[in-house]
Structures are given as structure tokens and as C-alpha cells.
Nanobody, 114 residues
Framework: VQLQASGGGLVQTGGSLRLSCASSRNIFTFNDMGWYRQTPGKQREVVAN???????DYADSVKGRFTISRDNANNTVDLHMTNLNPEDTAVYYC?????????WGQGTLVTVSS
């Protein structure tokens, strides 16, 4: 499984960005798929996740601002981020779990300026 993330960049506080993750494999077969983020010196944390049964979970810090969506036909999972703030600055990683194995994309940097 190869995951290709895109869409990061620099945005001002209050702005929006959309991240996209393209999978080399049919995402319908995944146990779950989602986005994590990491800042220097901190552990990688889950941002949003879609399970195979359609259940969606968000980190408390992004609820109401971020929306994760899945497109089975195109094998992509997007993360639409709105009302961004400097605390959202991080490297964002696409994640998938398939046959009990975790796969990661290469990471895309999101920088929110104040």
C-alpha cells in the first residue's frame, strides 16, 4: 500500500486548507483510514479517522473545524480544515490500516501564521 499526501502549505489564521491522500490500493478494503499530525518533540496524534463501518472520529481540538471524507471510487481520503490557528501547524500524515498493518504517507507540512 502506498499513500500519497498532498495539499499542505502556508495559510493565515482563520484560513482553510484541504489535504488529500491517494491510495494505491482500494480503500474499501482498509480497516480504517485517516490523518495524523506531528510537531517537533511531540508524539504523532490522530486528527481524524474513518473506520470501515463508516464511523468517524475527530480529535477534540479539531471538532467543528475539520471534516474528513472518503471517496471510494477514487481511493482518496480528504481532510478539509477550516478556521485554522497556529496550534494546527504540524506535519500531517495520511494513515491506513490494512490487514492489521499500518501504512503511512510521506507527510505534508501545514503552517498557520498568526
Amino acid at each position: 500500500v502506498q499513500l500519497q499526501a498532498s495539499g499542505g502549505g502556508l495559510v493565515q489564521t482563520g484560513g482553510s486548507l484541504r489535504l488529500s491522500c491517494a491510495s494505491s490500493r482500494n480503500i474499501f478494503t482498509f480497516n480504517d483510514m485517516g490523518w495524523y499530525r506531528q510537531t517537533p518533540g511531540k508524539q504523532r496524534e490522530v486528527v481524524a479517522n474513518i473506520a470501515s463501518d463508516g464511523r468517524i472520529d475527530y480529535a477534540d481540538s479539531v471538532k467543528g473545524r475539520f471534516t474528513i471524507s472518503r471517496d471510494n471510487a477514487n481511493n482518496t481520503v480528504d481532510l478539509h480544515m477550516t478556521n485554522l490557528n497556529p496550534e494546527d501547524t504540524a506535519v500531517y500524515y495520511c494513515h491506513a490500516n490494512w490487514v492489521m498493518v499500518d501504512y503511512w504517507g510521506q507527510g505534508t507540512l501545514v503552517t498557520v501564521s498568526s
